[in-house]
């Protein structure tokens, strides 16, 4: 993902929206490995939301996750996929200042297998969509 300016680090980003780059599989079925982020950054997190945040331990690596629930400390947060790890089950609550925005679209590019006309228009018209809260996170959250 390319690194934010200081400004957006301090809650003041110049431009509000950036792009970022989904690798792993942790957010599957959500977002896949390659998919183009649209990004929101100093947005409101709510929960449910896709947010993109600095790893607590390793804070050059940003990583994409569904915030789960407010808990004293900061943010509770999930990758949709459970058996992909790396979210608060391993490092716990993420301090307000590790959160750099949420995410408001995804584009999944073409796949150069997509030639025929059908694949093209099925392609076309599940490549651009909003991400949107998922409220059900809290369940998911329960069941661990």
């Known amino acids: 993902m390319p690194e934010p300016s200081q400004d957006v680090e301090r809650g003041r980003a110049a431009v509000p929206f950036g792009l970022a780059e989904v690798t792993g599989p942790s957010m599957v079925p959500t977002l896949h490995h390659g998919d183009q982020l649209v990004v929101r950054y100093g947005a409101r997190v709510r929960p449910g939301d896709v947010i993109v945040l600095r ?20 943010w509770w947060v999930l990758g949709d996929n459970a058996y992909a790890g790396g979210d608060s089950t391993d490092y716990g609550t993420v301090p307000d200042e590790l959160i750099l925005g949420t995410v408001r679209f995804r584009y999944r590019p073409r796949k150069r297998d997509q030639r025929s006309p059908l694949a093209a228009l099925r392609w076309a018209l599940s490549a651009a969509r909003p991400v949107l809260a998922d409220r059900s996170a809290s369940r998911r959250l329960r069941a661990r």
């Not at 331990?57 to 990583?63: A, E, G, P, S, Y």
């Open 55 to 74: 790893h607590p331990f390793q804070q050059d690596l940003l990583v994409v996750k569904r915030a789960v629930e407010r808990r004293e400390g900061g």
